[in-house]
């Protein structure tokens, strides 16, 4: 068997493991895939050097973000601080600072054991208590939303062991995935507790137990991480030094890939057309790995608090006008496909094609906005404004591409594209646009990171990527409630399925292209996809060849 052929026979095991919640228990897996690791990396890891990594977007607001905050301080996080779990790219649950994560018999109550003999940076040592103040003060606070509602107690029992207690039932994949989600980083208690975490300075110069150890941030060039030399994992890091730098333009950074003066461009790091043209110099890798966890689309935003697009049959209508095909061949080169829900197809375990579909036809959205009461009047129904959050350049080009499509069924537009910052607090702390293009990522465990686009306790006022729409049903609140606490798997996916097409009736918020995402690398660089999600890796295992 080869080892592409060992990698999908792993992939559909795990993915129906995860299915189980008990991907993790799978014995033998993480040997496996360390093993095709070691061989498709070609040997021992080398170690020393230095590594330049960008990715396909901007520099962040803040090196750390809890709660939020987007892929780009998601990146620059987690190289610092670590969560309990992480999931693998054969979607398998592996040990962290955590080494097992343990459920009662009527999943109310987890057992977690923790990692022993890890340090902080600054020399503390790691223990229960941090956990516990970060289960009740961090994740449930802030980051976990609706995943840690039913969370009543947070309990150290022994300095490595702590007991989580719910209030119901918690499926264990639903667990486990939070507490290897995206925002469930583990922060120090020693320097956090009593002082405000959100806004706490330390947010900008991070003291964790990752591999990395922060060294000195110079804005809007790059941010520069010195090697943990007391890392828990044996031997590693095994680079000397860490770069993760940020170009202002996908030209900068394809040039930047050609030259050596960066080595790792994650999450779409150059057009798409250029593609081809980097791999056939023979300097360069592309590969999709990594984005299992992490699948990415482009999106539209309806706002609820502007008239017009608040209704449901306007929004409908709106989306006849939309070529999603040709949005797909002519501004992402053909390299993703029409996105059908807010559960994508890539969705191993929860996706179905059983939802509410919106066919490009003008005829028909000019018909429904007739019936809607909005005929046109001079060659115009009304005005929008729409703002392309233009931190890629396929988000302005959509934006351009959607005021023409709205202005031939006879909506006036008024198009802002606008930059990050700009963007993030126009769209999620302003509430200024009727309709907004933006993006969002879609895990394979939908809760809460899909969810709170479209349940009320999404709505946080400044908090990036989250339910911006300020769109509100108590069945879509009560249907996705439903979901945390289901704990048989078969009703579980049929509630997931049930608010897919709920979403897809509603369409408050609509993915528009599942983005094909991918990384590129040059030659030299080995091991650089071996997380689910690659936006999240820690960069510990990465090494140079030659």
């Not at 501004?331 to 996105?339: E, T, V």
């Not at 983005?515 to 090494?543: C, H, P």
Request: charged fraction near 20%; hydrophobic fraction near 40%; glycine fraction near 8%.
């Amino acid at each position: 068997m080869t080892i592409n052929q060992q990698r999908r026979q792993l992939l559909t095991l795990a993915a129906g493991g995860a299915a189980l919640g008990v991907a993790a228990k799978i014995s033998g897996f993480s040997l496996i895939t360390r093993a095709i690791a070691a061989t498709e990396s070609g040997g021992v890891p080398k170690r020393g050097g230095t590594l330049v990594v960008s990715w396909g977007g901007l520099e962040p607001q803040a090196l750390l973000v809890p709660g939020g905050g987007g892929s780009s301080p998601f990146q620059t996080s987690t190289k610092i601080l670590e969560r309990l779990l992480k999931l693998d790219d054969n979607l398998v649950f592996q040990p962290a600072l955590a080494e097992s994560v343990t459920p009662s018999e009527d999943f109310k109550t987890y057992t977690i054991a923790l990692r022993q003999g890890v340090t902080w940076h600054d020399g503390q040592p790691f223990t229960a208590d941090d956990v516990v103040f970060n289960a009740t003060e961090h994740w449930k606070a802030i980051s976990a939303g609706i995943a840690l509602k039913a969370l009543e107690k947070a309990e150290a029992v022994d300095p490595h062991t702590v007991k989580l207690t719910f209030s119901v039932p918690v499926p264990e994949f639903f667990l486990k995935s939070t507490l290897a989600g995206q925002y469930q980083l583990v922060l120090p208690k020693h320097l956090y507790a009593g002082q405000p975490i959100l806004t706490n300075p330390l947010n900008n110069r991070p003291v964790g137990t990752g591999p990395w150890k922060y060294g000195n941030w110079v804005r809007g060039s790059y941010v520069e991480y010195a090697r943990n030399e007391k890392y828990w994992g044996a031997g590693q890091p095994y680079l000397d030094k860490l770069i993760i730098r940020w170009w202002g333009d996908a030209a900068s950074r394809t040039a930047a890939l050609e030259t050596g003066e960066m080595q790792v461009g994650y999450s779409n790091p150059v057009p798409a057309r250029d593609i081809d043209r980097l791999v056939k110099s023979g300097n360069i890798t592309l590969d999709t790995r990594g984005y299992e966890n992490c699948a990415w689309a482009v999106t539209v935003e309806f706002n609820q608090r502007r008239e017009h697009v608040k209704r449901r049959e306007v929004r409908q209508a709106i989306l006849h006008a939309i070529d999603r095909e040709f949005i797909l061949n002519t501004i992402y080169f053909g390299r993703g496909k029409p996105a059908v829900a807010p559960i994508f197809s890539s969705n191993p375990v929860f996706f179905t094609a059983d939802v509410p579909t919106y066919a490009f036809d003008p005829d028909k959205a000019k018909q429904l906005l007739d019936q809607a009461g909005l005929p046109e009047k001079d060659g115009k129904r009304f005005t929008v404004n729409l703002l392309a959050a233009a931190w890629f350049e396929e988000n302005a080009k959509l934006g351009q591409y959607l005021k023409q499509a709205l202005e031939d069924i006879g909506i006036e537009v008024k198009l802002d594209s606008v930059d990050r910052a700009t963007a993030l607090k126009r769209i999620y702390t302003d509430y200024n646009y009727d309709i907004a293009i933006s993006n969002f990522t879609a895990p394979v465990e939908p809760v809460p990171v899909v969810t709170q686009f479209y349940t009320s306790d999404g709505i946080v006022k400044g908090g990036a990527f989250r339910n911006a729409t300020g769109y509100q049903s108590p069945e879509m609140d009560q249907l996705v409630a439903a979901i945390t606490i289901e704990t048989d798997e078969a009703k579980r996916k049929a509630l997931v399925q049930q608010f897919a097409r709920l979403a897809s009736t509603d369409v408050p918020i609509v993915p528009l292209i599942e983005m094909q995402s991918y990384t590129l690398a040059r030659k030299e660089v080995q091991n650089f996809t071996t997380d689910a999600n690659v936006q999240g890796t820690a960069l510990n295992d990465i090494w140079l060849a030659g």
